[in-house]
């Protein structure tokens, strides 16, 4: 069969692959390897087709798990990886693409066979079959054996691959796969159910030779996302300075195929990776499996996590920050890549432990003065919270929650006005400011959760955002201070429901535990609502008039609450403002009706305002903090990205870690 190609319907009958999987040991210098490696293996380029190349190859793995604990024949293939890409770096120099190209092979095999392993065995099993067999010693002609085990050995190359190797047309996709094969090594993980589970393929790349190159390898992937590098769409077929310079005719046509991964001819354009940044979001993924991985052991470092949130700015000139810097990364060209990526949800994780962790680039996004182009697609998302999983709205919320904990960036956002904002579809917003859509899409999050989910969780981070922002809320829209009271006014609805329910006469003993336990809930929201506003009031009255008028208009609501011993105090301000100003409308010669007229009242009374006429409260300060088991949260959601996102096809009847979504 040559260097021909082989559709994925030819695979299960295919000479070498059978002879791979077969009964008899090939030494790792035997031609064979030439021959196979030599084929336009058929690359999935869409989810259909990663299923037809599974389906086709199943015979082929079944056997060679069958026959390999005896003829070593997956070894003998890693090691004819480990010769190629130990020669990559010479050839790549030299634009000698043969060695990319059978090292891409050889790689996307390696990852083929280990990924049917993972699937089907426990990690004990698999790294059995990187075991050296007796029959592999004895075939002659075999390279000499290396003293770390060779799934170490393999890891470790690929490492150096992505350290050493530059990313260029004809090595990207080589690159690609080596994403792809660490993070099927890494994915024992989703094979079983513990989330802190100690594996033996992550303490490879945990300790040793690997760890020595987390920083360097966490720099990479995070340059691969930061300069979001499009998958080549074609390549010149022509030869000279093109991707197959330097290669024959006769097998250039021939390894066409697999060195453009099949792209520019069939597939699907819509599932493939034509034109995508795929290795970007291949290298994300990884950086967020290494970066939140821990096993059994919570004081064993993690050499990646610990590289993610020390690197600090390029034009960082500070010795001290220096000193304990993993390594340097120009911030503005991440804080730009990352606000491109943002409606993307493992971007958005990324985003949270760099905020949350990360010192040196919290203080640098904090000083940005287009902060907007990071916090408009959060509220987007936000925005569209139906269409978002639950995980995905977390953590864009409690990144919101880490900004508004600087007092800067809560009184930046009110100083920025937006002329429109077109995906807001309830109401057409004109000269509204960044800080006023802020509280829009969180009250309008509360409110989806009240009728939908029901999350205490939620309502706390939103609440504490608004909470930690309402000192400085200043010059609010007209229509940002009408949802506020109308949130207020939802929740006193809820409140006399649930009240009427607990006091019925017939309840059930059950129905009414539920109820009084969710009237308690409701008055924990409701005061906190309560506090915002008159956190408000007691800052900046003067300069939120329109705040100022919407109590005015709705000022029947808070009598229910003036003698509530949960209420009263707070209610006693907010009475306080309501009745300074209704006494205004009073002496005016003829009482305003029009709101223009109430508004141009207020204005004036509001700057004859005695500022010490309301009682002083402690002031709102809520900080972020992290669950003290938050490995149990971050790393099936990490998995569960990697599940959907990384166009690598998983069974998910074998998937423990979390409930897979196959839809």
């Given amino acids: 069969m040559g260097v021909g190609s082989s559709s994925m319907t030819e695979l299960a009958n295919n000479d070498y692959l059978l002879r791979l999987a077969g009964k008899e040991p090939i030494s790792d210098n035997d031609p064979f390897w030439n021959m196979l490696l030599s084929f336009s293996l058929p690359t999935p ?32 293939l890693i090691r004819v990886f480990l010769r190629r890409a130990g020669e990559l770096k010479t050839s790549t120099q030299c634009e000698n693409n043969v060695f990319v190209w059978q090292s891409y092979n050889a790689l996307f095999i390696i990852r083929c066979l280990c990924k049917h392993f993972i699937e089907i065995m426990s990690e004990e099993k698999v790294l059995k079959h990187f075991t050296v ?30 350290l050493q190797i ?25 094979f079983v159910a513990r989330a802190a589970y100690k594996s033996v393929l992550h303490d490879y790349l945990a300790e040793g030779k690997c760890a020595k190159a987390a920083p360097l390898l966490v720099r990479q992937l995070l340059y691969n996302f930061t300069t979001q590098e499009m998958c080549p769409a074609s390549f010149d077929r022509a030869g000279g300075g093109s991707l197959l310079y330097g290669i024959a005719s006769g097998v250039a046509s021939g390894i066409w195929t697999i060195l453009t991964l099949g792209i520019g001819g069939g597939g699907h354009p819509e599932d493939g990776i034509a034109n995508t940044p795929a290795l970007a979001n291949q290298s994300l993924l990884l950086l967020l499996v290494l970066a939140n991985h821990c096993g059994n052991d919570k004081d064993t470092r993690n ?61 640098f996004v904090l000083s940005r003065l287009n902060i907007e182009a990071l916090v408009l697609p959060i509220l987007q998302t936000l925005y569209h919270v139906a269409d978002r999983s639950s995980h995905h709205i977390y953590m864009a919320l409690i990144i919101i929650l880490i900004l508004s904990e600087d007092d800067a960036f809560s009184k930046s956002v009110h100083e920025i006005i937006l002329k429109s904002v077109p995906w807001y579809t309830e109401r057409t917003l004109h000269k509204v400011s960044l800080g006023g859509l802020l509280i829009l899409v969180v009250i309008r999050t509360i409110q989806f959760n009240i009728t939908r ?41 809820k409140h006399s429901k649930f009240l009427e329910l607990v006091t019925s006469p017939d309840p059930t003993v059950k129905h009414l535990q539920d109820y009084t336990q969710d009237l308690a809930i409701l008055e924990e929201v409701i005061r906190m609502v309560l506090e915002i506003i008159n956190s408000c009031l007691t800052s900046s009255l003067q300069h939120n008039p329109h705040l100022v008028y919407a ?22 301000n907010i009475d306080t403002v309501i009745t300074y100003f209704n006494s205004k409308m009073e002496q005016c010669p003829t009482r305003p009706s029009e709101p223009h007229e109430v508004l141009e009242v207020i204005e004036l009374g509001a700057r004859q305002w005695p500022r010490d006429r309301l009682k002083k409260f402690p002031e709102l300060r809520f900080k972020y903090v992290e669950e003290e088991q938050p490995e149990e949260f971050f790393i099936p959601y990490v998995w569960s ?21 196959t839809q």
Avoid at 323 to 335: E, V
Avoid at 552 to 570: A, G, M, S, V
Wanted: aromatic content about 8%; proline content about 4%; some cysteine.
């Fill in 45 to 76: 380029l869409s989810t259909a087709e990663a299923r037809q190349l599974e389906d086709s190859t199943k015979p082929i793995c079944k056997s060679l798990v069958e026959n390999n604990p005896q003829t070593g024949n997956f070894c003998a």
């Fill in 133 to 162: 067999t007796a029959a592999q010693k004895k075939a002659p002609g075999n390279s000499s054996e290396s003293s770390a085990p060779l799934a170490e050995t393999l890891i470790v190359s690929i490492i150096q691959l992505l």
């Fill in 166 to 190: 530059p990313v260029l047309n004809f090595t990207y996709l080589l690159h690609l796969e080596a994403i792809n094969t660490l993070l099927v090594l890494l994915s024992v993980q989703m």
């Fill in 303 to 363: 050499p990646y996590r610990e590289a993610l949130i020390s690197f600090v700015n390029i034009p960082e000139t500070s010795t001290e920050a220096q000193i304990d810097a993993s390594f340097n990364i120009k911030f503005a060209s991440l804080y730009n890549a990352i606000c491109g990526q943002l409606n993307n949800d493992s971007t958005i994780l990324l985003l949270y432990i760099l905020l949350h962790r990360n010192q040196h680039f919290k203080t």
């Fill in 453 to 493: 989910m029901r999350d205490k969780y939620l309502h706390t981070n939103c609440l504490a955002a608004l909470a930690n922002m309402s000192a400085h809320f200043h010059s609010l829209h007209q229509y940002v201070a009408q949802r506020i009271i109308s949130l207020f006014e939802l929740l006193c609805k």
């Fill in 551 to 572: 109590l005015l208009h709705k000022r029947h609501l808070f009598e229910q609450f003036r003698t509530h011993h949960t209420f009263q105090d707070i209610i006693q």
């Fill in 641 to 661: 990205l990697v599940f959907q996102k990384s166009r690598l096809l998983w069974d998910p009847n074998s998937v423990q870690l979390f409930v897979p979504d």
